[in-house]
């Protein structure tokens, strides 16, 4: 694109009330000798809802970032080369400035967003898992107690391999405290695609909570045998935990299986029955199997009775729902220490209890143990607010 001295330019922004796009016309001051670190200044004069939108020339071709709104009768901007150069260095986007072109050849401003958008992360997303809502959803008919119980329990997570979502499933609290939350989902999380048997170190893990808020969580634990995984997050104050029985399930003539979409935030539910004595088709002898007919997205969420008590955890197949009954979850919950794989580590031999059940956290442990636990916690709570602070500010 070639640079034109004193070119007529335009500052678009959209209202936020309203959704109406404004602009204002004017004149690019910059020069040509000037650094492209400079700050430029155009005639535009906007308001603050233009502070951030663009400054476009006649010819629909980005020319920067407007970036302040001033008193005086010209507005500066932050220039077209110096946002890429921003861009690049961060590895966000791959489009390179093009000095010294034909403007045949140079795209216009809709082809140029559009490789901006899809470069940064949080704009179009290659999916590699699609998420699908219940077909048969009656969430909006679940009596208000119940509803409320679940919406306050059941989150939604994803993992993401850089901006690439790579699996998105449902998860419950199980575990609060003062200033984190533990929460119980599938390991197919973060499984490797076609590998029962390793985990994908590199993915990101993000969290949608009840409120939409979304925070970064860490894989604590993991068990491959029943693909269960431990996910902690850090700052959110308003979780319900699930109450988990130790008592086997029997007979119950209606269930209800919960799920939440992650893209959408919108919690869905279906109902279905237990069907008592039947082996599920996967391949682990303990799961059990009701007639709720969910999707990809509701795996890790909780099978319920009809007044809100915890049944097991749900999985996937095309034919039936399969579910981990609570007994085992219970029973797996009761001994961290068996079975369990911390995440980056090899599976954890031992006597002690880490019990993730109401009462006592620590059991067979002397007060070094118990410390040393305390240390670890506050460690790890330092480390999910950094980490969410990074997340919130880059998505801001």
């Known amino acids: 694109m070639q640079f034109e001295p004193y070119r007529k330019v335009a500052a678009v922004w959209r209202n ?76 966000m986007v791959s489009v390179r400035a093009k000095e010294e072109t034909d403007d045949a050849e140079e795209p216009g401003i809709e ?24 077909v048969d959803d009656i969430w909006s008919k679940l009596p208000k107690g119940v509803a409320s119980k ?44 076609g590998d029962a048997h390793r985990i994908d170190d590199n993915l990101r893990i993000e969290v949608c909570l009840p409120n939409e808020f979304r925070v970064v969580g860490i894989l604590n634990r993991y068990n491959l045998h029943y693909n269960v995984g431990l996910v902690d997050i850090m700052g959110y104050w308003g979780p319900r935990e699930i109450q988990i029985s130790r008592h086997q399930v029997t007979s ?5 299986a919960v799920g939440r979409l992650f893209t959408y935030h919108n919690i869905m539910a279906a109902k279905g029955k237990l069907l008592a004595g039947k082996r599920s088709k996967l391949d682990c002898i303990e799961l059990c199997v009701s007639t709720c007919k969910t999707t990809k997205a509701g795996i890790g969420g909780p099978l319920i009775d009809t007044g809100g008590n915890f049944l097991g955890m749900n999985f996937y197949h095309e034919e039936e729902t399969p579910f981990l009954p609570r007994d085992v979850i219970h029973r797996l919950l009761l001994n961290l220490n068996k ?21 006592p956290c620590w059991s067979h442990g002397d007060a070094d143990t118990i410390a040393e636990g305390g240390r670890c916690l506050s460690r790890m709570c330092a480390l999910l607010i950094y980490l969410n602070l990074l997340h919130w500010i880059s998505t801001s």
Not at 118 to 131: A, D, L, N, Q, W
Not at 252 to 256: E, L, Q
Not at 339 to 353: F, N, P, Y
């Open 150 to 193: 679940m919406s306050r329990s059941v989150v939604s997570l994803a993992s993401f391999n850089g901006s690439t979502k790579f699996f998105a499933c449902t998860g419950v609290f199980v575990k609060c405290n003062a200033c984190s939350a533990t929460i119980l989902t599938s390991a197919s999380l973060v499984r490797v695609s």
């Open 111 to 134: 082809s140029e967003m559009k490789q901006l958008l899809c470069s940064i992360p949080g704009g179009k997303r290659k999916i590699h898992f699609i998420e699908t809502n219940f």
């Open 252 to 256: 119950c003539n209606k269930v209800i």
């Open 16 to 91: 936020f009330s309203s959704g109406l796009l404004g602009a204002t016309s004017g004149v690019d001051l910059a020069s040509l000798s000037a650094l492209t670190s400079e700050t430029m200044f155009s005639t535009c004069q906007i308001n603050k809802a233009g502070i951030g939108g663009p400054l476009v020339d006649f010819d629909g071709n980005f020319v920067g970032m407007n970036c302040s709104r001033t008193r005086r009768k010209k507005t500066p901007y932050v220039r077209r080369e110096q946002i890429l150069q921003f861009l690049e260095y961060y590895r």
């Open 339 to 359: 079975g369990w794989t911390r995440a980056g580590d090899t599976i954890v031999e031992g006597d002690e209890k880490r019990c993730l059940l109401p009462g």
